[in-house]
């Protein structure tokens, strides 16, 4: 779990530096910055979505994954998660639930995720969490600037999803096989395209209820190896 509480830490930190950085700056300055977080996030979504040449099985994964988080209705959940957290901190910011829901999704979707948490939990190694805490911390600092406070609970959501991963890390292993991981790695980039979608205003992606096509990304690739 050490991995795991840095990187919450790296979170938290980078994200009360960007509070604080944030009521410095112009509103054309944060503008820009936004923009240019949109733009960064898109380029590393492509990146990602395109390391997997077989598209379709990641279509398919996607649509399922829709379908599944509409009915479930993730995306209201982590809404009214956002507001119950704003409540209590007695917050009156206007972005709060953004700020926690974007940081939230874009910080517990994506490779390092899963390979971090397994590789701590199962050889105590949190090298790779360390790289991410890295990562996400800076991350946090710009987008708490625009965003706001919302982001640094953002932190919890890390704490509870990968913490999870690395307690059931034993578990877990064949997520890392190469199949699976490509197939995860593939389909969470589409989602870190549409948070970027969000972040420029291009449109409004329920990107929450997308969540569920990693699961069938990765059933998926588990089902192409066992035959």
């Known amino acids: 779990m050490k ?9 938290v930190a980078g994200s009360l530096i960007g509070l604080a950085a944030g009521k410095r700056m112009p ?4 503008t820009i910055l936004m923009q240019c977080l949109g733009l960064s996030v898109l380029l590393i979504g492509l990146q990602m979505a395109l390391s997997e040449r077989d598209t379709i099985p990641v279509i398919g994964c996607l649509l399922l994954g829709a379908l599944t988080g509409e009915l479930l209705g993730i995306e209201s959940g982590m809404d009214r998660l956002g507001e119950w957290l704003k409540a ?8 709060f639930v953004e700020g926690f829901v974007t940081a939230s999704l874009l910080y517990v979707t994506g490779a ?3 390979v971090g948490s397994i590789q701590d939990g199962v050889t105590g190694d949190a090298t790779t969490l360390y790289i991410k805490s890295l990562l996400d911390g800076v991350a946090s600092i710009a987008f708490a600037s625009t965003l706001g406070v919302g982001v640094v609970f953002s932190a919890l959501s890390v704490l509870c999803i990968q913490g999870a ?9 064949f997520l890392q096989q190469p199949a699976v991981l490509g197939a995860i ?14 972040l420029l205003n291009v449109t409004k992606i329920r990107i929450g ?5 990693l699961i069938y990304a990765a ?5 192409g190896g066992l035959q």
């Not at 991963?165 to 292993?173: G, I, P, Q, V, Y």
């Not at 209820?209 to 096509?213: E, Q, S």
């Open 88 to 95: 209590r901190a007695r917050s009156e910011s206007s972005t």
């Open 27 to 30: 509103p054309g300055l944060k």
């Open 165 to 173: 991963l690395t307690l059931l890390a034993a578990h877990l292993s």
């Open 3 to 11: 991995g795991t509480i840095v990187n919450t830490g790296a979170i």
């Open 112 to 114: 390092m995720v899963i």
């Open 185 to 198: 790695t593939a389909t969470g980039g589409l989602l870190i395209v549409g948070i970027a979608l969000n």
């Open 219 to 223: 059933a998926w690739a588990v089902r």
């Open 209 to 213: 209820n997308l969540i569920p096509a």
